[in-house]
């Protein structure tokens, strides 16, 4: 691959270079951008990644759709990617691409059923009472640190905090190491300066975890899947609950936060103020469609040459899934300013073999339904304390979040614990 990706033999405009996927608009207007870039190149577009990385952008949900059911030409084996000869030890998206496959991610073939299996199991093991129990209680804890003050950052303050927590509790993490697996996560996942450190920081919280589950099991996801089979060793299965928790928590914290969001600045949806519950689950699934927390996702390698969106895709490229425009492609969504309704076909939670697996997209679904309807419950008349237009988001072109969302309410006592 050309460190210029544009195919102008397949009618590109020959002005227009690869798209860098960075800078502010993905944070300030992405759906503009998108719009801009499918204008430009169609549905599959050329694009650089930090260090002049090239690789394609696939914006059509169609196109996306077909990159996610085709495992064998469309494959998950990042070995094959035709850059790793340009790619530098300190690559800040180390984290998201790896050359080595040790987890769940890099796995293909029966061996990445056999192990989606596994994971669907153990998070099948925990009680679902139980996890919206542990979610309210947690929840009520969080509320009760702000809730007399009148005011308060449900990002930082809760959204932030919460899914760690209930993850730790489905996990078997102590309770204060969640402050710093936030921190490290986020660090990861935004690919910034400190992406490394917070990726070493989580390798060595969980491998601490899996050894003690190994030594003395208990009620726990890891000691279920370290219980399921002796064919995935401590190490493997170790490297997939690093996945399990990078996935688990920051989309879900993003999932409530922008949920909350479009609820205090949406008038359609006024009525989960007031007490609606219908109204919840309509703006959660509304948020998927317009604005999910998994923008974009690293990736998929072409195993051949291929063509893809009216582009040459070369042996060994690399394929960003574009996720927020394929959900916003004007092919499939005629009238983007109409509310989705229950429609359910977004691709959020991917597709094909490597989608999110549904026990954990329904964990994700729990805790993120019971923390919105938390803070309803507990702040009835919860309003932006910032005009809707100063809300920012996360300079990230992978995740999709607040960097705060200001409140205030009438201050309430605190449950201690008497709900």
């Known amino acids: 691959m050309n460190a210029c990706p544009v195919d102008h033999g397949q009618g590109a405009a020959k002005d227009l270079g690869p798209v860098p996927l960075s800078g502010p608009r993905f944070a300030t207007e992405p759906h503009q951008l998108y719009r801009e870039v499918r204008r430009d190149h169609g549905p599959v577009a050329p694009i650089v990644l930090p260090g002049d990385v090239p690789a394609w952008l696939v914006l059509g949900y169609r196109e996306l759709h077909q990159v996610t059911t085709d495992p064998a030409l469309f494959t998950r084996d990042s070995q094959i990617w035709n850059q790793w000869p340009n790619i530098a030890d300190d690559w800040p998206l180390h984290p998201m691409i790896s050359k080595d496959q040790p987890s769940i991610l890099y796995t293909v073939g029966e061996r990445h059923s056999r192990r989606s299996q596994v994971i669907s199991t153990a998070l099948e093991g925990a009680d679902p009472f139980e996890l919206r129990k542990y979610t309210e209680e947690f929840a009520d804890e969080l509320i009760d640190a702000f809730c007399s003050a009148g005011s308060c950052d449900l990002i930082a303050d809760y959204a932030m905090l919460l899914p760690v927590r209930v993850l730790a509790k489905l996990y078997g993490f102590a309770d204060e190491k969640g402050p710093a697996l936030v921190r490290a996560m986020n660090d990861m996942i935004n690919g910034g300066p400190d992406a490394l450190a917070g990726q070493r920081h989580i390798a060595g919280s969980v491998i601490?975890?899996?050894?003690?589950?190994?030594?003395?099991?208990?009620?726990?996801?890891?000691?279920?899947?370290?219980?399921?089979?002796?064919?995935?060793?401590?190490?493997?299965?170790?490297?997939?609950?690093?996945?399990?928790?990078?996935?688990?928590?920051?989309?879900?914290?993003?999932w409530i936060g922008n949920s909350l969001r479009l609820m205090l600045t949406d008038d359609r949806f006024a009525a989960s103020l007031s007490g609606g519950r219908h109204s919840v689950a309509e703006a959660m699934?509304?948020?998927?469609?317009?604005?999910?927390?998994?923008?974009?996702?690293?990736?998929?390698?072409?195993?051949?040459?291929?063509?893809?969106?009216?582009?040459?895709?070369?042996?060994?490229?690399?394929?960003?899934?574009?996720?927020?425009?394929?959900?916003?492609?004007?092919?499939?969504?005629?009238?983007?300013?109409?509310?989705?309704?229950?429609?359910?076909?977004?691709?959020?939670f991917g597709h094909g073999d490597h989608r999110c697996p549904f026990p954990a997209q329904e964990t994700a679904e729990v805790i993120a339904r019971t923390g919105i309807e938390a803070i309803l419950d507990r702040l009835p008349d919860v309003d932006l304390a910032v005009p809707a237009e100063d809300l920012t988001r996360r300079p990230s072109p992978w995740l999709r979040g607040l960097t705060e969302l200001p409140v205030r309410f009438t201050p309430t006592p605190a449950l201690g614990g008497t709900r």
């Not at 003395?216 to 899947?225: G, H, K």
């Not at 948020?287 to 291929?306: C, H, I, M």
């Not at 070369?314 to 394929?319: A, E, F, I, P, S």
Request: avoid cysteine.
């Open 208 to 254: 601490q975890l899996v050894t003690e589950r190994s030594a003395e099991p208990e009620d726990d996801v890891p000691s279920r899947m370290l219980a399921d089979n002796s064919e995935f060793t401590a190490d493997e299965v170790a490297r997939d609950l690093m996945v399990m928790m990078a996935a688990g928590h920051q989309p879900t914290a993003d």
């Open 285 to 348: 699934n509304e948020v998927l469609w317009e604005d999910t927390p998994t923008q974009n996702v690293a990736g998929r390698w072409a195993s051949r040459d291929t063509h893809l969106g009216g582009k040459h895709i070369q042996v060994g490229d690399l394929l960003i899934l574009g996720v927020a425009a394929a959900n916003a492609d004007p092919q499939v969504r005629t009238d983007g300013s109409a509310l989705t309704g229950g429609n359910n076909a977004f691709l959020s």
